[in-house]
């Protein structure tokens, strides 16, 4: 272009010549040249047609519900040491002797032991409680208005023995008690015409009147001891507050529990097993950290008769076209396109939905200023675990002015430099999130006495789907949960 711009300009120079133009008239060809060869070597400025996005609605996606089993195991002594913190001192008091001739106080002598009784009817809980009773017995009668009484004191300590059947309902640890024995350390006496009489005959009636009340006692101990809700609330609170998979990206998962399922609990050696199940929306969202979706206030246990082992997570992968923008535009960074004299950097990326297609939008400096417009189909890489743009294109409007401006730049070479650094991976999402999501199955402990143990197979792609203001990418993972209560405060 400088040399036809030269044959140019020396021809209108002989022109002048022959005219006799002024004697100034050299000076201002001069200038006139220096101008023109200035005007080579400035960057040129493309001015195209923005192709405007489809009109922007409320993102609105289906996500297919995860289950994610919680199978809860439970010692005996967390029940045992729960119980006794609950059942101490005075258990048992009646201070009115006129209506049986019986005064009575019981204590918890020692710690309440709770073990598993194989039976024959199944499995049950034994719990032995040492006791210690103060009991005031009357031997006497009234007649003609006088009151001819002889009032003991027997100070007694022995070992109840109590079975019962376990049982869960509306989030509670619920047993049915029932006294099976009662064993004096020493048989009570009294004196009687200056001889010591076992009368025992005559207390174990007494321990009738106490008998529901202590069976009634173990089993509110028991209930409110292993009340699930409150513990098991807090713990999904815990796991659905939205945590960070990659800070680099900036993904955060989001756990929006659905419904509660519990079994029967069972009773085996030593331990309790409760298995329960979530039923829950998961979704990965990009930018800053998401409100949690959680409200204890909507989550209802429902009893089932099984659940299954392997849980399957079902996650939503969302990715703002804003968010995906800024990764993309880091590709190009240092990169120039071009070869020779002819290049361009790109400054900005910037994409968005239209009309099926994907707009990539390349703010350019260089040889050409400005922006120009790429459209193509958003497509995922298996194999890589990347989203690209199949068929991408120049937009009509960019290629004619491309064109007219800078013809290299609509050629082949460069459109395919463009398209290799206009991918979107999300395999350090999936890879970071595993491992993230690892990190809570490795003997996690949201609470004190909880902790979380299980195993993730690798994330399995599923489709992706585009909206007018995010690509959703849908992803599947299986694995195994365990959730055991050791030392439960």
Known sequence: SIILKYICFTNFVSLNIKQKMPRLTPILLVFAFLILLTS??????????????????PLIYETTPSFINLPISIKLKDVENQTNTLLNGLIYEDNTIEDDDIEMKVWKLAPITIVNDHGIAGEKIKTILPLKAVIKYRI????????????????????????SDITLTNWKLNSKTELKSLDWNESPTMTVFGKNMPVTYLINPAIKLFKSKIEKKIDESISKSMDFKPNVIAALEKICTPFQMSETYESWLRIAPIEIYSTNIKLKNDTFLLDMGMKCKMETLIGKKPDTKFNANTII?????KIPEQITANIAA????????????KNFVGQELGSGNKKVKVENVAIWHKDGKMVVALDILGSINGTIYLAGFPQYNEKTKEIFFDKLDYALDTKNKLMRTANWLAQGYILRKIQESCRYSIKPNLEEGKQSILAYLKNYSPMPGVFINGKMEDIQFQKIQFTNQAMIAFIKINGTVNVSVDGLK
């Open 140 to 163: 006497g009668t009234k007649k003609l208005g006088v009151e001819l009484y002889n009032t003991k004191e027997f100070n007694l300590n022995g070992m109840v023995t109590l079975l």
């Open 318 to 329: 969302v990715s703002t076209y804003q968010e995906a923008s800024k990764i993309m535009t």
């Open 301 to 305: 246990l429902k009893p089932v008769s």
């Open 40 to 57: 080579c070597t400035t960057s040129q400025k493309i001015a195209t047609l923005k192709p405007e996005p489809d009109d922007a609605v």
